[in-house]
Nanobody, 126 residues
Framework: QVQLVESGGGLVQAGGSLRLSCAVS????????MAWFRQAPGKEREFVAG????????QYADSVKGRFFITRDNVKNTADLQMKSLKPEDTAAYYC???????????????????WGHGTQVTVSS
């Protein structure tokens, strides 16, 4: 059974940094694209960043480009999101997701991803 567990959320002042990590159980992690999404209260869930199975293709939402960086470790089965220069509007619950289909390298923003974590809260104070 595949499980995704996010960690690293918390409270940070504007301008600060946080690093989120997503640990994925199961042997197929290295074959799957991974992505991070977020959902703020009263808003729809939105795509934040995605990375292909090899790490060779990376995508970011315009709102986080140059501030957030997604990486993956196919030995440790983790996908991290380094967040810098955080803004109050980055406040949200952050979720990681795994594709579930091997070798996909296309757009992740609108893709139906197969597995989701329960989320970790990020709060940025002004």
């Amino acid at each position: 059974q595949v499980q995704l567990v996010e960690s690293g959320g918390g409270l940070v002042q504007a301008g600060g940094s946080l690093r989120l990590s997503c640990a994925v159980s199961g042997h197929a992690f290295s074959k799957w694209a991974m992505a991070w999404f977020r959902q703020a209260p009263g808003k729809e869930r939105e795509f934040v960043a995605g990375i292909s199975w090899s790490g060779g293709s990376i995508q970011y939402a315009d709102s986080v480009k140059g501030r957030f960086f997604i990486t993956r470790d196919n030995v440790k089965n983790t996908a991290d999101l380094q967040m810098k220069s955080l803004k109050p509007e980055d406040t949200a619950a952050y979720y990681c997701a795994a594709d579930g289909i091997s070798w996909y390298t296309g757009n992740l923003k609108d893709r139906q991803l197969g597995y989701w974590g329960h989320g970790t809260q990020v709060t940025v104070s002004s």
